[in-house]
Nanobody, 121 residues
Framework: QVQLVESGGGLVQSGGSLRLSCAAS????????MGWYRQAPGKERELVAS???????DYDDSVKGRFTISRDNAKDTVYLLMNSLKPEDTAVYYC???????????????WGQGTQVTVSS
C-alpha cells in the first residue's frame, strides 16, 4: 500500500508565501516523477509544477518565477514553495507521484488527498 500525505495549506494574504509538503510512504520500490496539481472551483485540475527524480523541473507559465518545486529523495518527499501568492492561486492543491510499488513491475500514478490554499485580496 502506498500513500501520499500533503501538508502546509492554509489562508494567506495576497503577496504572502506558503510551503506545501507531500510525503510518500508504504511499499515503495521506486519513486519517479512527482508533481503538484491544483483545482479551483468550477475548473479542471491543472499541472502546477513537476520534478523528475534527477531534479529536472517544469512549471506552468502562471507560476514561473513565483513557485519553486523541490524534492528530497531520501525522504520520498516533494515540496512546493509558493511566493508572491495571488487570489487566482486559490485552489485545492494535490500531490501526485509516479511510483513502482514492491512486487509490482508497473509504475502507477498516486494522488494525495488535497490541501486547500486560499489567498485573500
Amino acid at each position: 500500500q502506498v500513500q501520499l500525505v500533503e501538508s502546509g495549506g492554509g489562508l494567506v494574504q495576497s503577496g504572502g508565501s506558503l510551503r506545501l509538503s507531500c510525503a510518500a510512504s508504504g511499499s515503495i520500490f521506486m519513486l519517479n516523477t512527482m508533481g503538484w496539481y491544483r483545482q479551483a472551483p468550477g475548473k479542471e485540475r491543472e499541472l502546477v509544477a513537476s520534478i523528475t527524480r534527477g531534479g529536472g523541473t517544469d512549471y506552468d507559465d502562471s507560476v514561473k518565477g513565483r513557485f519553486t518545486i523541490s524534492r528530497d529523495n531520501a525522504k520520498d518527499t516533494v515540496y512546493l514553495l509558493m511566493n508572491s501568492l495571488k487570489p487566482e492561486d486559490t485552489a485545492v492543491y494535490y500531490c501526485s507521484a509516479r511510483i513502482r510499488a514492491r512486487l509490482n513491475p508497473s509504475y502507477i500514478d498516486y494522488w494525495g488527498q488535497g490541501t486547500q490554499v486560499t489567498v485573500s485580496s
